[in-house]
């Protein structure tokens, strides 16, 4: 149900994503955030909204591809790969 333009809904209907058309007023009820995501600050450039969220989301992909590749591979260089490049 809207309440002063705010979407509040009780747990049962949260759950069964019966948001919208809750009508149980005895019961506690529960603010639903406005729909898509709050903006949030970008890891990458800490701006809140990120100006460029789509290359900085890619940015930060790429990031977490190198990290969890470097988790992977956490074992000792190959003795070939020189240390001191
Ligand atoms: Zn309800
Ligand atoms: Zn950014």
Do not use: Y
Not at 9 to 17: I, K, L, S, T, W
Request: net charge positive; glycine share 4%; charged share 30%.
């Amino acid at each position: 149900m809207l309440i002063d333009g705010e979407k509040w809904a009780c747990e049962a209907c949260v759950r069964g994503h019966r948001v919208t058309t809750c009508k149980h007023h005895d019961r506690p009820l529960i603010r639903i955030n406005r729909k898509g995501r709050p903006f949030s600050t970008c890891s990458v450039c800490n701006n809140t909204p990120c100006p460029t969220p789509e290359e900085h989301t890619k940015l930060k992909r790429e990031a977490e591809a190198k990290s969890s590749s470097k988790v992977q591979c956490d074992h000792a260089p190959p003795p070939e790969t020189p240390l001191n490049l």
